[in-house]
Structure formats: structure tokens, C-alpha cells
């Protein structure tokens, strides 16, 4: 009788000789529509692409810097304040009767809140599973609504 017969050494017995790597993933070919790993293969490639664009996106902010305002000067009183564009929907809304004077409340609380709560809405309302924007009327109309809300 040989002493380790039919027997593989290796380094780390932890480690078992036969098998296929941890790291190769299995073959796709034989499942339609599935041409590779998702980890690691095709995640890597996401955040690869990813990165590219974060670092180009970096760049452009480093060359072309947002325009601020001048600093403020309480001798000035013909500056206008105006406020950033993600509340430009709102001090458009002052210039209305009905969201300003009296009626602030409907104008800063009220029209707002109805607008995000329709938003927070709409994914109940609509459970089609059509992804054409011509077959789901409801959807595309509140997400036109509410870009037409956001650029006024």
C-alpha cells in the first residue's frame, strides 16, 4: 500500500484541490439573455463607467465654477435678492393673488404640498406595466406637470 494514494497536497488545507476557482465565473452561454457574471464581471464594468463620468463631471465643476452672487452690501438698495433655482417655483407663486398677501399659506404650504403628495401618489394610481410614456397617460402627465412647475 503507498502512503498518500489518490491523495493532492496542497499549500492551505483550507483550499480544495479540485474545483473551479472562486474568482472564474460559470459558463452563461447555455442561459439565453445572460452573457456574464453580475459579480464580478459585469458590476466592475458599472463602477468603471461610473468613475468616468464622476471624475469628468469633477473636471467640469473644477474648470467652469457655478456663478455666485456678489457679496452682500447693506448700502445697496437696488439689489433684488433672488432666490436659487430650486425655489423659483415658490417666489414665482408670490406674484399670484391667490398664493400671496393674505393667502401666503396656500401658496407656500398648501400648493406645494398638494404637487409633492400627487408626486408620492402616482406610482399607486399607475401599476401598468407598459414603459411607453404614450401608453401611461397618468404618469407622463404629473411628471410634465411637475416639470412645468420646477421651470416656472
Known sequence: MQRGKGMKFVGDSRIKAEGKMPNVPKDYSEYPGKTEAFWPNFLLKEWMI???????????TVAHP?????????????????????????????????????YNVIGAIVIPGLAVGALMLVPFMDTSKERRPFKRPLPTGFMLLHSQQSSI
Not at 461610473?50 to 467640469?60: D, Q, R, V
Not at 452672487?69 to 406674484?95: C, G, H, N, S
Open 66 to 102: 457655478s456663478p455666485l452672487e456678489r457679496q452682500a452690501d447693506p448700502t445697496d438698495t437696488t439689489y433684488i435678492p433672488v432666490p436659487d433655482w430650486y425655489f423659483l417655483f415658490m417666489y414665482q407663486l408670490l406674484k399670484y393673488e391667490f398664493a400671496s398677501g393674505p
Open 50 to 60: 461610473g468613475a468616468i463620468f464622476l471624475i469628468g463631471y469633477l473636471i467640469i
